[in-house]
């Protein structure tokens, strides 16, 4: 078995979780890769590779462990591309609704690896056409496409088709296209819906729209949607996730579902709605 592990960097406990990782994966014989800046730890093992790109990761690697919060998470998916690789995700940060195992259960998850007694669940992913290079290799998204107004520039108007046909022009400083995973991240926090991650749909959500008529729209993620820009200045920023690229308006932008999907690990005893209860605290109340 290989196992390969990712993380934007650790602070002194988190290294001691890090270091127990290691022992457990050793305990089970596990080849393990980790990505090259954690070679500054010290205490790995000499008989440990390393990665740093896509290209690195091989194919028949069993897993790619993410440690910290659900932006690496999203690291991790950028990383693994469509390799088919599975994705766990350990939280060592705030939230953690992707990366929803925490570092107590790390002795447990190994074991669910080992033993092959995990959930799959198969994530749709978002991508983006354009006239122009945009995002480099990685032009998809776990979580949402996003279209911005530039700081404190004035608000701007998105006109938005279904398949070239029209659907609405949206006066707002912003619009998102959420996959079903990232409809509990930007989406929600935009008063858009919240849907289950194996539904086969977009949501459209504006961002501060200036109409009161104006809301959320799910619609079948078979469609192309297309986008055209105006605004009093020339520019405008494009985001996938977190990362993002600074747009002309000129530019030609349509989204799509991707081809291929992420897979993201889940113990048994994990589920959608627990994650929803216990993280978001939807339909908790005091009285009950």
């Not at 669940?121 to 978002?126: A, C, G, K, S």
């Not at 496409?145 to 700081?151: A, E, G, L």
Request: net charge negative; aromatic share 8%; hydrophobic share 40%.
């Amino acid at each position: 078995m290989k196992i390969a592990i990712y993380s934007r960097g650790l602070d002194a406990e988190q290294e001691a979780h890090f270091g127990y990782l290691l022992h457990e994966l050793a305990k089970h014989q596990i080849e393990i890769i980790v990505y090259y800046q954690l070679l500054h730890l010290g205490n790995l093992p000499n008989h440990i590779r390393t990665f740093q790109h896509t290209e690195e990761l091989e194919n028949n690697t069993d897993c790619l462990i993410s440690l910290g919060g659900d932006g690496t998470m999203l690291d991790a998916v950028a990383l693994v591309k469509n390799k088919n690789i599975p994705i766990l995700g350990v939280n060592f940060g705030r939230l953690g609704f992707l990366a929803n195992i925490h570092k107590e259960e790390l002795a447990t998850a190994v074991d669910a690896i080992v033993n092959r007694t995990y959930v799959i669940d198969n994530r749709t992913l978002i991508h983006l056409d354009s006239n122009i290079n945009l995002f480099g290799d990685s032009p998809f998204a776990l979580n949402e496409f996003s279209i911005h107004k530039r700081d404190i520039s004035p608000m701007i108007k998105i006109h938005t088709y279904l398949n070239g046909e029209f659907l609405n022009t949206f006066w707002s400083d912003g619009l998102i296209v959420s996959t079903p995973t990232g409809s509990t991240g930007y989406n929600m926090s935009c008063n858009g819906p919240i849907i289950f991650p194996d539904c086969s749909s977009f949501v459209i959500t504006p961002v501060a729209p200036h109409n009161l008529n104006v809301r959320s729209i799910v619609v079948p993620d078979n469609n192309i949607i297309s986008f055209e820009i105006e605004g009093r200045t020339d520019e405008f920023i494009c985001a996938l996730d977190a990362r993002r690229e600074i747009v002309h308006k000129s530019v030609q932008l349509a989204v799509k579902k991707e081809k291929f999907a992420i897979k993201i690990i889940r113990l048994n005893e994990g589920s959608f709605l627990s994650t929803l209860r216990n993280k978001l605290t939807w339909g908790m109340d005091k009285r009950n």
